[in-house]
């Protein structure tokens, strides 16, 4: 492995640690919170007043710009079924600190993402990194990319304008599309914006380039609406289906616009691509396994302890209160 690519490998997994503990961290400040004041879900802003909310947020912060600067070192294809592990971070922490249990098919799941991972590692490319922004850009416009992009940003359209109102609020593979899509998008624009970044403080401006702020709008655009839709997606939708759905699609479709424009299997043997295939597809099924895992173990939480109670027995069903204790929340209907 080059000198790159291990910069990118060191940055991509420690971007999945900050990341996986700042969940961890936000969920022991909320908790805090919830039992200082009126609890997030219900509209309260107590969590505001607990460091550890706030230690959660830097954290996550951290996380993102070293994954925004492994992009610059390494490839797509090296880089981004790496984030998988961010879950294996957080599944273990939660086990020790929050005491979510991890079941015996969780561990398999990390297991799996570890040896998926590690596969990917083994047979990743070498980074061919640009020298210049009008390089990235001469990627950028070559024919197969922009049919890429052209198809992409066509079935966005179709997406938002046809199948939203129709489907929207039924199918979540319409909003998670649309993410999806944009997401390959934004992760192109932004290994261009970061090899710029680099590229000038090595010296060599590319502030002057009007390719450079093209790639910084499109940027901006592909992020607000991924956010806007993802937004949609969880609030409409089970996020602990909605989080397995949206990683495979998303980082297929990254992958696949990485391929194209980067040419990131340029180069490599049959074997190697076919080994990085394998152990993509074993990473995905580790992430899923891992999602379904802690789906059922919520699910099995709140189902723990359930009964109710009644003033008189006399009144009727009318009269009766369902009581539900889960963990540390005690909530009366």
């Given amino acids: ?147 890429y992009a052209a198809a992409t940003v066509s079935a966005v359209l179709a997406l938002i304008l046809h199948f939203e109102p129709r489907y929207g609020q039924t199918n979540m593979l319409v909003y998670l599309g649309i993410c999806s899509l944009m997401g390959s998008l934004t992760v192109m624009s932004i290994k261009a914006i970061g090899i710029a970044i680099k590229l000038t403080l090595d010296g060599i401006s590319q502030i002057a380039y009007p390719q450079t702020w093209f790639f910084v709008t499109v940027a901006a655009i592909c992020v607000i609406t991924q956010l806007n839709y993802l937004n949609k997606a969880l609030d409409t939708f089970n996020a602990a289906i909605v989080s397995p759905v949206y990683y495979v699609m998303f980082t297929t479709l990254t992958l696949v616009a990485s391929i194209i424009m980067f040419k990131d299997w340029y180069g490599q043997d049959a074997s190697s691509i076919v080994s990085e295939i394998c152990g993509f597809i ?26 109710f109670m009644s003033e008189d027995s006399m009144k009727g069903l009318e009269d009766e209160h369902l009581i539900l204790i889960n963990g540390s929340d005690y909530v009366e209907h």
């Fill in 282 to 307: 074993i990473v995905l099924s580790g992430t899923i396994i891992l999602h379904a895992t802690r789906e059922q173990e919520q699910s099995n939480m709140q189902g723990s302890l359930k009964w």
């Fill in 1 to 147: 492995m080059g000198s790159e690519n291990r910069k990118g490998l060191i940055l991509a997994i420690a971007s999945s640690a900050f990341i996986g503990a700042s969940f961890i961290l936000k969920k022991k400040g909320l908790k805090r919170a919830a039992n200082h004041g009126t609890r997030a879900g219900v509209g309260g802003y107590t969590y505001l007043l607990e460091p550890l909310w706030w230690a959660g947020l830097v954290t996550m912060i951290v996380g993102e710009i070293a994954n925004f600067v492994a992009y610059i070192y390494a490839p797509a294809v090296l880089v981004t079924p790496l984030g998988a592990l961010s879950i294996i971070v957080s599944a273990v922490l939660a086990h020790f600190l929050l005491r979510e249990r991890l079941q015996k098919m969780g561990i398999l799941g990390c297991i799996s993402c570890i040896v998926g991972s590690i596969v990917i590692v083994i047979h990743a490319p070498q980074e061919h990194t640009p020298n210049s922004i009008e390089e990235i850009w001469d990627l950028a416009t070559q024919p197969v990319f922009l049919a």
